[in-house]
């Protein structure tokens, strides 16, 4: 018997199997085997969450969580924080190896060229009311852009899905921007292609009067480090989502539209902003024990701590907090921070956090860092999905190469009724259980 095999005994009836292991994982299917009798449908695996459950192979995000290790394409976070730029990990993460000089140089012009957003683009986000979620606009306009690039359709051609990539990569900065514009009611203001892809944000953002802005070096590093650190995270939430809506052929827009949709939500890319309401809420440093005591109490959780991969201090936390340095030398020092380092610094000592394995994550400190830059908390989530489409675009494109991949399409264990008669209307009594509402 070779040695990566998995033997099964069916206790119901006595039968064994063998099912190979390949990548320390079986495969589900080799399961379908294991029956009762000819006309059963064969063994599953039952796994909502898929907290067990690979669902691709990938060469892209390596996380070894119990280790708190990350690394995109090979290359740990760290380096690719200190040393490189985000466009040029948007590089690596979409094509396998970092730029060479030349390479690098076509695709920043590459993505330069493509920043602006078509007029009627403009007219579609107008519609929007003026107290509009940034978030809730950035997702519906992405889905908008799938109907001003009927090309995109054709995912398979590698030439014009090249073309797609440039194009998202550097308009979604534009589109995150004009919705924040919009939604403070301000003209917006369009992209300056002198200005490097963090620098050309921080104007759309912040220009006002001024006939040329200049970014602050400072906040303009920050933010790059920022875009490198939330670029990929493997099969988390929303990438699941990019990779599961893109299996059905869907052209890339609107599959990232639905990716920022999940991230959007407060367990995922919106816990940044719910850090920010939490050390509002919690108000001064000596108010946290207390507020300690309520979380390990149940009474709510504490955002910004806690990861499903990480079960150790969060690489890119640690990273973040370096940053947070750099930004309040030129914005001042954020009166929350003091708040957010009595809470890692309690929560760190607790045995309630220590038993749990439960440390700060990334949004943790992000949410500190973006308020101090004048980000308002509700573009939290907008500026987490800008780096993010790279990533989803990387993951995207190696589903779509991947012979072993088929439309995404879960099995369920029904539970329900069996089959049974319709009943007019006349005849329907509600059982005691049945509720109004199912
Ligand atoms: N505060 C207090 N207790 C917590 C927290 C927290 N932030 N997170 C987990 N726990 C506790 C749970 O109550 C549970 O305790 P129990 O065993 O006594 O019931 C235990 O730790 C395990 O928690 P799970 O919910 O099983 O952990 P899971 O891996 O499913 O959840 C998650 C991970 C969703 C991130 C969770 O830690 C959480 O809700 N954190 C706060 C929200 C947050 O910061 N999200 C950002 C994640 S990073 C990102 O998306 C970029």
Not at 109 to 131: P, W
Not at 265 to 281: D, F
Not at 298 to 317: Q, S, T
Request: net charge neutral.
């Amino acid at each position: 018997m070779s040695a990566n095999t998995l033997t099964i005994t069916d206790n119901r009836t006595g039968k064994q199997y063998e099912v190979p292991i390949e990548n320390d994982t079986i495969k589900a299917m080799d399961l379908r085997q294991i029956k009762t009798s000819d006309d059963d449908f064969g063994l599953m695996t039952y796994d909502p969450a898929f907290m067990n459950t690979a669902s691709c192979k990938s060469r892209i995000t390596f996380i070894d969580g119990d280790k708190g290790i990350l690394e995109y394409r090979g290359y740990p976070i760290d380096q690719l924080a200190e040393k490189s730029t985000y466009l040029e990990v948007a590089y690596l993460l979409l094509h396998g190896e970092l730029p060479e000089e030349a390479q690098l140089k076509e695709w920043t012009r590459n993505i330069t060229y493509h920043t602006f957003i078509n007029e009627n683009i403009k007219t579609v986000m107008d519609g929007f009311h003026y107290n509009a979620h940034p978030m809730g606009m950035f997702e519906a306009t992405l889905g908008a852009l799938s109907t001003f690039y009927p090309d995109a359709k054709q995912i398979f051609d590698v030439e014009c899905r090249r073309k797609q990539i440039y194009r998202l990569v550097a308009k979604v900065p534009t589109i995150a921007a004009f919705a924040y514009r919009h939604r403070i009611g301000m003209q917006y203001a369009y992209p300056d292609n002198d200005l490097g892809y963090e620098g050309n944000f921080l104007n759309m953002m912040f220009k006002t009067t001024e006939l040329k802005y200049k970014p602050n070096p400072v906040l303009e590093r920050a933010l790059s480090v920022l875009f490198i650190l939330h670029a990929d995270h493997e099969q988390n939430c929303s990438t699941n989502a990019m990779r599961s809506i893109g299996s059905a052929q869907t052209d890339p827009f609107s599959s990232l539209a639905g990716a920022a949709a999940a991230l959007y939500g407060p367990l995922h890319g919106g816990a940044n902003e719910m850090v920010l309401r939490m050390l509002k809420e919690i108000g001064s440093k000596d108010k946290v024990p207390d507020y300690i005591k309520r979380v390990k109490a149940g009474e709510f959780r504490l955002m910004g701590f806690g990861h499903r991969v990480y079960k150790n201090y969060d690489p890119r936390a640690r990273i973040i907090k370096q940053v947070a340095d750099e930004v309040f030398e030129v914005t001042g020092k954020d009166p929350m921070l003091e708040i957010a380092l009595e809470l890692e610094r309690i929560a760190l000592e607790d045995e309630y956090f220590v038993k749990r394995r439960l440390y700060p994550n990334v949004d943790f400190y992000s949410g500190i860092i973006y308020q101090a830059m004048r980000f308002p908390v509700d573009m939290f989530p907008v500026l987490f999905a800008i780096p993010r489409t790279s990533g989803w675009l990387a993951q995207w494109v190696e589903m779509l190469e991947d012979p072993d991949q088929k439309i995404a399409r879960p099995r369920q264990i029904y539970l329900g009724h069996k089959t049974r008669d319709y009943v007019p209307i006349t005849g329907r009594k509600l059982p005691a259980t049945a509720s109004a509402n199912a």
